[in-house]
């Protein structure tokens, strides 16, 4: 039987999960977020408890069973404190600034990219750096994916380190030409 599955998710103060069908919602201080569980799992719904149970003992059933167990728990955990990443902006003239509901990205292209900010996430520069910029949202999913795609628009590269990049990524730096001649004539 699946470990995590096993484990009842325990409900914060101040949320509550209802079950309506094969939809469990879960609504708390910073939102409400809502997951259509497949049919090879059962919920029920006790109080401040949420417990998962699988139908039978199908392959399917075993591989759903924590899976879907650990959603609900990172739905719970989403809207009482919420999730965020961090991306750190490094290279000359690469910057970032929010205006609306719109990012606005300057990164060695000829053009700035305009990317939207989807529905239910908040991006904030930070006030000493503005190269620094936080996701945040309820979604975990969602917020991870975020942070993906603005990383995704100049990953960092290896030589020079510029791009964006996870604020605790490390970016294996690697020797360039003049390095490697350097060093092909001193042996």
Sequence with gaps: MSRIGRKPVALPGGVSATLSGRTVKVKGPKGELDY???????????GSTVTVARIDDSANAKARHGLT???IAN?????SQGYSKKLEIIGV??????????????LGHSHP??????????????EKNKNFL?????????????AAVIRGLRPPEPYK??????SDEFVRRKPGKAAVKAGAAAA
């Excluded at 259509?36 to 006790?46: N, Y």
């Excluded at 936080?134 to 975020?146: A, E, N, R």
């Excluded at 380190?161 to 996870?166: A, L």
Aim: net charge positive; hydrophobic share 40%.
């Design 36 to 46: 259509a569980f497949l049919p090879e799992v059962s919920v029920t719904i006790d």
């Design 69 to 71: 167990r650990q959603l």
């Design 75 to 79: 739905m719970a955990v989403g809207v």
């Design 93 to 106: 003239g690469y910057k970032a600034q929010v205006k609306g509901k719109t990012l606005v990205l300057n």
């Design 113 to 126: 990219i305009d990317f939207a900010i989807p529905e239910g996430i908040a991006i904030a520069q930070d």
């Design 134 to 146: 936080t996701i945040s949202g309820c979604d975990k999913q969602l917020v991870g994916q975020t």
């Design 161 to 166: 380190g510029k791009g964006i990049r996870y």
